[in-house]
Structure formats: C-alpha cells, structure tokens
C-alpha cells in the first residue's frame, strides 16, 4: 500500500509552485483557484509558510519565494540530484542486465559529461565520473544530442571534424544526421563498437516533467554478452528504470 499523502503539503507546494512559476506576481483569489484552494485556506498556508521564510509577502496579495527556500536550496545541483537519483538504478542494472551503467549529460560544447557509473570489478571501460567525451561516437551522447535544439545540433554536425575511433565509428556529418533521426524518432541510442571494437551501448533519454530530455542513462557490455537481439530487451528494461529516475527527480506535486 503506497504512503498516503499529506494534503497541506501538498496545498502548500502548489502554492510554492505558482509563486515560482508566476514571478510572484499573482493575487490571492487567483492563486487561490489556480490551486483548487478556498481564499482562507490559501491564505492560512501563506501566513505560515511566511512565518518559516518559504515566502515573503510583498504586496497585498502579492508573495514571492522566501530565502528560507533559498537557503536550503544553496547545497544542491541539478547534476547533483540527477547522479543520486540514479546510483541506486545504476546498481541495479549492473547486477542483472550488464556489467557497466551510465548517467550522462550534454555540455554547450556537445561533449558528454559522466555524472554517475557503476560497474561489476570485472567489467574495463575506462570511463570516470565527471569525465567527458566526444557525443557522436557514444550511446549516452547520440541520445542527447538527437534531443538538443536544432539550432545547436546543427551547428554541431557543421562544425565537425568526426574523428574514426575505431572502424565503426560514424564520421560523416550527414550520415551522423541521419543516426540521430533515427534515435529521436525510436527513442534509444546504440553504440555498436564505435569507441571500443568489442564494446556495445544501448543508451535511452531521461525526461523532466515536460517530457524535455535532461540526461540519458546507458547499459553496456561486450558484443557477446549483448548480442543485437538481446537489444529491444536492453531498451525496454533501460525506460523503465529511466522512467522511474524521471519520476524520482520531476513527481508531479498534484499527483494523487
């Protein structure tokens, strides 16, 4: 049985998130309906949340978020949420689909930073956290990049050189296009020996609450150990624990 909510938490956090959302520019009434609140409810939740500095009441009617929130807020990362709520998931991968799990993102210059790793002692890729690497020979990277904007991303394919890693790395802007088409269009990513001959990675997106991509997590394991019909299994396995770090990072604080 799930945990029951806590309905003025989650009154509360819908105000926080109307306020954030707003610029703090919104009257009672409307801020009241917008949350499905009474006018007296809504303004009880802001007295006390004002009292603990969540938000600071400007004009009437008016309120914006409090330093308290910001003060809590100062110790924490988006890359650094990310990479916890995935440590646990990357373990899980590792102990029954394959023997190396990552959590990447894309930097402005489309090189793919690694902010978390887990891997079984047998397993040798040579890959840290917070290092980096080229996006267009990576699973991680061609998921990412199949999600930037198109501005970015063609600025990228014409910007080039594509330097061959090994003799499957894709190197020709056009066909490196056409790839990452295909990887927006299905969903996932496939690195198949395009940085090392016998390693092959099977890459998904990791969506915010909008559905917009914010990082992509991998699996991955030798040619042998994941052939290419083990591959629409990796997806399937690899979404779902994709889906539950999205849901971790990005719940939706009406959700019932």
């Known amino acids: ?15 926080l998130a109307c306020i954030a959302a707003q610029g703090g520019i919104e009257s009672l009434p409307s801020m009241a309906a917008r949350c499905g609140l009474s006018v007296a409810t809504a303004h009880r939740l802001l007295a006390t949340m004002e009292s603990l ?9 008016q309120y914006r978020i409090g330093m308290g929130v ?3 807020s100062r110790g924490a990362s988006v890359e650094g949420l990310l990479a916890a709520a995935a440590e646990p998931v990357l373990r899980r991968i ?4 394959a023997p190396v799990a990552h ?9 793919v930073t690694y902010l978390a790793k887990a891997g079984r002692r047998c397993a040798r890729v040579p890959t840290k956290i917070g290092s980096q690497l080229e996006a267009y020979c990576s699973a991680l990277g061609k998921v990412l990049l199949a999600h930037w904007p198109d501005s970015e991303r063609e600025a990228y394919l014409d910007a080039g050189p594509f330097i061959a890693l090994t003799a499957r790395t ?12 295909r990887v927006r269009r299905r969903g996932f990513a496939v690195d198949d020996g395009e940085i090392f001959d016998d390693l092959r990675c099977v890459a998904v997106p990791i969506r915010d609450a909008s559905g917009a ?15 290419r019909a083990g591959i ?22 009406l959700q019932a």
């Open 232 to 253: 629409p299994r990796m997806v399937t396995l690899l979404q779902t624990h994709a889906a539950e770090i999205g849901a971790k990072l990005y719940p939706s604080p």
């Open 103 to 111: 959590l990447g993102v894309l930097d402005s210059e489309g090189m």
């Open 94 to 97: 590792t102990q029954s689909l």
């Open 70 to 72: 910001l003060q809590l």
């Open 53 to 61: 500095g969540a938000v600071v009441h400007t004009a009437p009617g």
């Open 1 to 15: 049985m799930a945990t029951p909510r806590i309905q003025s938490v989650d009154r509360a956090f819908s105000l």
């Open 213 to 227: 991509v914010v990082a992509a997590l991998s699996a991955s394991a030798s040619m042998s150990e994941l052939p």
């Open 170 to 181: 894709i190197v020709d802007p056009a066909v490196l296009e056409r790839e990452l088409c």
